[in-house]
Nanobody, 125 residues
Framework: VQLQASGGGLVQAGGSLRLSCAASGRTFSRYSMGWFRQAPGKEREFVSAISWSASNTYYADSVRGRFTISRDNAKNTVYLQMNSLKPEDTAVYYC???????????????????WGQGTQVTVSS
């Protein structure tokens, strides 16, 4: 599966961005999707995930209440709406596709087998 992330940019603290990740190459609607991020000098970390059916979502504590993950299976796209952005949200954001069909949302990187190229999000103070 090929994943193309977009929507990153430079925003002031308190602002909003919406990331998109378009998938192709397999039946998108059967797979969970996740967002991860990596800040300079840090390891990649989990941000959010959504199950194949969109019935379950999962958020890191650091973003819960500010970020919202969603998916549009008709468009083969997963979104990450990011509100009330903070400078510590600055990172490269990656989308990922679940390894197994019909699986739930997971924070574990090993549950994903395809990764997008990343999109830079920079939040200025």
């Amino acid at each position: 599966v090929q994943l193309q992330a977009s929507g990153g940019g430079l925003v002031q603290a308190g602002g909003s961005l919406r990331l998109s990740c378009a998938a192709s190459g397999r039946t998108f609607s059967r797979y969970s999707m996740g967002w991860f991020r990596q800040a300079p000098g840090k390891e990649r970390e989990f941000v959010s995930a959504i199950s194949w059916s969109a019935s379950n979502t999962y958020y890191a504590d650091s973003v819960r209440g500010r970020f919202t993950i969603s998916r549009d299976n008709a468009k083969n796209t997963v979104y990450l709406q990011m509100n009330s952005l903070k400078p510590e949200d600055t990172a490269v954001y990656y989308c990922a596709s679940g390894k197994m069909p019909y699986s739930g949302a997971s924070y574990r990187e090993r549950e994903y087998d395809s990764w997008g190229q990343g999109t830079q999000v920079t939040v200025s103070s």
